[in-house]
């Protein structure tokens, strides 16, 4: 059975850093492209970037670009996606998501990240 | 990027009619080479994650009921709930899959 764990729901303060992860399992890590998806309270869904963990190869949407590193652990079978510095506009649910090639197939619960002084 | 737009923005539809969704792409989703046309439908549940509907524009996930189909190539597509049942209230994406960054659509409200 294919399944995206999330990491739990995390509070910061502007400034801070973060890691959320996505831990999988039931299939070949390394076979397909993970997303990472975020939503805003009550908006739709934006893609931030892909990552193929079979070479770490790691894209990014131009809104994200630079703003966020989507990286990928083989050993570990989990991606993730990192901010070095938080700003309260990070406030959001992030997903990640398996891309089956012709669509995000399977996601995670996601993780909800507040971001406050 | 490739720009998705959906229609409506909301919909309102009474219990065992049809609702229809529109989405519509800046630039062609097929690829002529395979025929397919790269765009996926998602349904979103409150608090839910979203859920594959239909890839390649018109084939089914499993799981999926056939009261559900999805039609279209190019630049224009369509999502149809035949029937609609309580549970099918939820936010409808589409989304392109033919370049990246894979684009969603704005989405599109479906209540009762």
């Known amino acids: 059975e294919v399944q995206l764990v999330q990491s739990g729901a995390d509070m910061k303060k502007p400034g801070d850093s973060l890691k959320i992860s996505c831990e999988t399992s039931g299939y070949i890590f390394t076979n397909y492209w993970i997303a990472w998806v975020r939503q805003m309270p009550g908006k739709g869904l934006e893609l931030m970037g892909v990552v193929f963990p079979g070479n770490s190869d790691a894209r990014y949407s131009p809104s994200f670009q630079g703003q966020v590193t989507i990286s990928a652990d083989r050993s570990l079978t989990s991606a993730y996606l990192q901010w070095s510095s938080l700003r309260a506009s990070d406030s959001a649910m992030y997903y990640c998501?398996?891309?089956?090639?012709?669509?995000?197939?399977?996601w995670g619960q996601g993780t909800l990240v507040t971001v406050s002084s | 990027d490739i720009v998705m737009t959906q229609s409506p923005d909301s919909l309102a539809v009474s219990l065992g009619e049809r609702a229809t969704i529109n989405c519509e792409s800046s630039q062609s989703l097929l690829d002529t080479s395979t025929y397919n046309n790269h765009l996926a439908w998602y349904q979103q549940k409150p608090g839910q994650p979203p859920k594959l509907l239909f890839f390649w524009a018109s084939t089914r996930e499993s799981g999926v009921p056939d009261r559900f189909t999805a039609s279209g190539s190019g630049t224009h597509f369509t999502l149809t709930i035949t029937s609609l049942q309580p549970e099918d209230v939820a936010v409808y994406y589409c989304?392109?899959?033919?370049?990246?960054?894979?684009?969603f659509g704005p989405g599109t409200k479906l209540e009762i």
């Open positions: 998501a398996r891309d089956g090639g012709g669509g995000f197939d399977f």
């Open positions: 989304q392109q899959h033919s370049t990246t960054p894979q684009t």
